[in-house]
């Protein structure tokens, strides 16, 4: 069974280790493992891509990819053929089950840890769509205390709601030349995906970059319980 959990921090060890050299993965980069993520991409896979991406740059004889955004038409080409060797499977045994860990206690502090560490952060501001995010994320909170099993999907997919509803907010209150600017930022970070990803996955992968830059901009921390998977 897949662990959820350390989606990201797999990936981003793994790229770290094929490169053969300390290079954190971007945030940008992060992004687009969320986007793997979120299309349904198993961890495996994307493991198999990046592999391929190495490589097919090593045979050309050019330098190791210094982002993941290099490795991204071999996963998808990965995962196509993943699911083309899932065809003729049942139902049941294509779909992923949610993550269920072995230790819970542990798993369940982990958890209280990284969503008050986000709620801490929340508290120092004390505009109105800052208060409203730390009342969610407070009900979350004690919505874990009272659950008899952690969910890490739904609690993380909650968290990033959260995060995402707080972005959308501050993002209408931005002045326009701010708000211009900052797209323009994202328009030009994300310039060479537009080769390699789809009208709906560019804008997704955008979208997503933006929220990020916004909470950056406010000293907030990802909303996202692979940021503290530490």
């Given amino acids: 069974m897949e662990n959820y959990f350390n989606y990201f921090t797999e990936v981003e060890e793994y790229f770290i280790r094929k490169r053969a050299k300390n290079l954190l993965v971007s945030p940008l980069d992060w992004c687009l493992i969320e986007l793997w993520k979120d299309s349904g991409i198993p961890l495996n896979v994307v493991l198999r891509g990046i592999d391929r991406g190495f490589e097919t740059v090593a045979k050309r004889g050019k330098r190791p990819p210094a982002s993941l955004f290099y490795c991204h038409p071999a996963v998808v080409d990965a995962f196509e053929e993943h699911q083309q060797a899932m065809l003729g499977t049942s139902e049941t045994e294509g779909e992923a089950s949610e993550y269920v860990p072995e230790d819970e206690a542990v798993t369940r502090k982990q958890i209280r840890l990284a969503l008050q560490n986000v709620l801490t952060a929340l508290q120092g501001h004390g505009a109105e769509p800052f208060q409203r995010a730390a009342q969610r994320l407070s009900a979350l909170i004690e ?88």
């Fill in 143 to 230: 919505d874990l205390e009272d659950a008899r099993q952690v969910g890490y999907e739904r609690v993380d997919r909650e968290l990033a709601e959260i995060g995402s509803a707080l972005a959308d907010h501050l993002i209408g209150e931005m002045e326009s030349d701010e708000l211009k600017e900052l797209r323009r930022e994202v328009r030009q970070q994300t310039r060479l995906y537009k080769k390699h990803l789809d009208k709906e996955s560019m804008k997704r992968l955008q979208a997503s970059y933006l929220h990020r830059l916004v909470l950056q901009s406010h000293q907030l921390p990802d909303f996202s319980l692979f940021s503290f998977s530490d």
